[in-house]
């Protein structure tokens, strides 16, 4: 394949420049028919549905607020809520089992004293020191939670660092971007 390109001749030059002329007397055209006030209800009608289709449009993109983003935000929301109760169950579980078991202690240790029985500090430290220890299973829960709520988090913050570059960009004059 060459990447020699064919030289249009001063025919071909010259039709393309009076169809881009015909196309700008067309809409030069059409822009004085906007200008008569007769026509301005309309006008403002075609502006208005060339806003809500840009609106709409946007929903369909790729930024924080299209369908996809939203639908994936509030998924990612979901897993970590799914994650919180799981892990909220569990803790529950294990304080409970460990309310339990010092409800048994203070009853035991309340029997062995009205029964002229010592309970030494070291004792009590023992109980103590048996209490709030957490399985694997809560430590599992425990990564999980944190793993989805960085997930989740992670991913808001793409969008957030996108809107900052965004910011900083020049803005583009509104009359470029929606026609009439």
């Known amino acids: 394949m060459s990447n020699t ?7 071909e ?3 393309e420049l009076a169809q881009k002329q015909q196309r700008l ?20 009608a075609l502006h208005g549905l060339n806003k809500a289709i840009a609106v709409n449009q946007r929903q369909f ?6 369908f996809e983003s939203r639908r994936k935000a509030h ?12 892990f909220a169950t569990n803790e ?4 409970q089992a460990d309310k339990e078991y010092l409800v048994s202690v203070i009853n035991t240790i309340a029997t062995d004293l009205v029964g002229g029985l010592d309970v030494t500090p070291t004792d009590i430290e023992a109980v103590l020191a048996s209490v709030g220890k957490r399985s694997d299973h809560f430590r599992n829960l425990l990564d999980a939670l ?15 660092k996108e809107e900052n570059a965004v910011d900083a960009a020049p803005v583009a004059d509104a009359t470029e971007v929606i026609p009439g």
């Open 5 to 11: 390109r064919k030289r249009r001749s001063a025919e």
């Open 13 to 15: 030059i010259l039709a």
């Open 25 to 44: 007397q067309e809409r030069a055209k059409l822009d004085s028919a906007k200008a008569n006030p007769a026509l301005l209800p309309v006008v403002s």
């Open 61 to 66: 993109a790729n930024g924080p607020q299209s």
């Open 75 to 86: 998924q990612l929301w979901l897993a970590e809520i799914d994650a919180a109760e799981a």
């Open 92 to 95: 529950l579980q294990e304080l």
């Open 146 to 160: 944190t793993t989805a709520r960085n997930a989740r988090k992670a991913f808001k913050d793409q969008f957030a």
